[in-house]
């Protein structure tokens, strides 16, 4: 079945350094979603890409989605203590119907 | 707006009781969803319903039922709980289906002992 694999599992990094996570799938998707959680909090949404080769930005925030629409990532930058949390993938399979989320990276940011 | 609300939010369950959580949604949506999240396993679906009046198994529906009541309200019931169902839940809403931004609720720490 359809897989979304998501690393790394943690990091940690000082306040100030980037951060990328990455997430891959074994099938095309149609589209991608980026969720974050906070500590002790729910899955908040991010954004969501579309188009093969999409970049989009929020702030610090950059999101890729591949050019064969199978791997995404979620760069950081400058990163900052409210960004802690875990950053969750969750993939849309073209062919199928429902959306798998990765296992999630979870940031750590020492002040 | 509330959102997506749950309850409870804790819960302490002996192996073998039963209980049914609670979600609603004030936002119109669709779609609404069951997931439990269990350390380094992300967000698994348990069921899911596309559209009021009908619903469907996600990966690990085992143990598990629910009941679209209305657009509004989805609820998940444990028949007979066991250790492996300790866990948090969250439920989720969208506008229409898959592929579609998940609003989630605050979630129910359960631990069945």
């Known amino acids: 079945g359809q897989q979304v694999m998501q690393i790394p599992q943690y990091q940690h990094v000082q306040e100030g350094e980037d951060f990328t996570t990455y997430c891959n799938s074994s099938?095309?998707?149609?589209?991608i979603q980026w969720y974050k959680q906070r500590p002790g909090g729910h899955p908040v949404f991010l954004i969501q890409?579309?188009?093969?080769?999409e970049v989009k930005k929020q702030k610090r925030l950059t999101f890729q989605f591949g050019e064969a629409k199978k791997n995404s990532s979620l760069h950081i930058t400058a990163t900052q203590t409210t960004d802690v949390g875990t950053y969750f993938c969750?993939?849309?399979?073209?062919?199928?119907?429902?959306?798998?989320f990765g296992a999630g990276t979870r940031l750590f940011v020492k002040a | 707006n509330a959102g997506v609300t749950q309850t409870p939010k804790f819960q302490v369950l002996k192996t073998g009781q039963s209980m049914t959580l609670q979600c609603a949604q004030d936002?119109?949506?669709?779609?609404m969803y069951w997931y439990r999240q269990d350390p380094g396993m992300g967000l698994r679906l348990i069921y899911y319903?596309?559209?009021?009046?009908?619903?469907d198994k996600g990966e690990v529906p085992n143990g598990y039922n629910v009941s679209r009541l209305n657009k509004r309200e989805f609820s998940l019931r444990l028949e007979s709980a066991a250790p492996s169902q300790t866990s948090v839940y969250f439920c989720?809403?969208?506008?229409?289906?898959?592929?579609?931004?998940?609003?989630f609720g605050q979630g129910t720490r359960l631990t069945v002992v």
């Open positions: 989720a809403s969208s506008v229409s289906g898959f592929g579609t931004e998940a609003f």
């Open positions: 099938t095309t998707l149609s589209n």
């Open positions: 890409l579309v188009k093969s080769g």
């Open positions: 969750a993939g849309h399979n073209t062919g199928g119907f429902k959306t798998i």
């Open positions: 936002m119109n949506h669709n779609s």
């Open positions: 319903s596309a559209s009021e009046g009908t619903t």
